[in-house]
């Protein structure tokens, strides 16, 4: 579908037709803000800015499909980004707490690169693919949009968990298709892949 998107307004608009399929919709959900960079994609003259959203979930491994299908219908530089809570990493990986909440946290980004790394074997030219780790503060999605924005996405993949009510105001994937610039595609772990043409 074609959206032009909210712009920068501060206040979240509920409705708008690309937001009320992604709600209803059980399969993947591709919203292009412009043509332009898929076109060029088509005819050879360069290369999709693709920037994956990596979570611990199972509806971001969906994306990671979509990104391994798309680099396989032509060339793609493929960003793996991820944005973590350095307090909640170290407790998931059994690290000693004490860390500042501020900033990055280096040996949890180690523990992080080498699971994304495991992720990516298969994919073709996983070698070329970056891996960006981001320290959050506030919601995910906004930390998201920021890193899309410095890599000049053209497509931003994240999984849709498919929140309900007030859990959409916070979610990943509907504060990225609310306010990015760049198309979004929603991937649904859901739902069969279906085949690029």
């Not at 979240?12 to 992604?22: F, H, K, P, T, V």
């Not at 332009?36 to 994609?41: D, E, K, Q």
């Not at 944005?83 to 990493?89: F, N, Q």
């Amino acid at each position: 579908v074609a959206s032009k998107g909210h712009g920068d307004t501060p206040l979240r608009r509920i409705g708008g037709m690309s937001e009320a399929l992604s709600e209803l919709n059980a399969t993947p959900l591709l919203v292009v803000r412009d043509e332009a960079p898929f076109v060029a994609w088509r005819d050879g003259k360069r290369p999709l800015r693709v920037v994956c959203g990596a979570s611990h979930g199972r509806s971001w491994l969906a994306g990671l499909e979509w990104a391994r299908k798309l680099r396989q219908a032509g060339p793609c530089d493929i960003t793996i980004a991820q944005v973590y809570y350095a307090g909640e990493e170290r407790q998931r990986l059994g690290l000693a707490p004490g860390h500042s909440l501020v900033g990055s946290d280096a040996e949890v980004e180690t523990h992080l690169t080498r699971e994304l790394e495991t992720r990516l074997a298969g994919v073709d030219g996983h070698d070329a693919t970056r891996i960006r780790l981001v320290a959050g503060i506030g919601r995910i999605g906004d930390h998201l949009l920021e890193l899309a924005k410095a890599e000049k996405a053209d497509l931003i993949i994240v999984g849709d968990n498919h929140h309900r009510g007030l859990g959409r105001l916070s979610s990943v994937a509907s504060v990225t298709l609310h306010y990015a610039s760049a198309s979004v595609l929603l991937s649904n772990c859901r739902s069969a892949m279906v085949a690029i043409v």
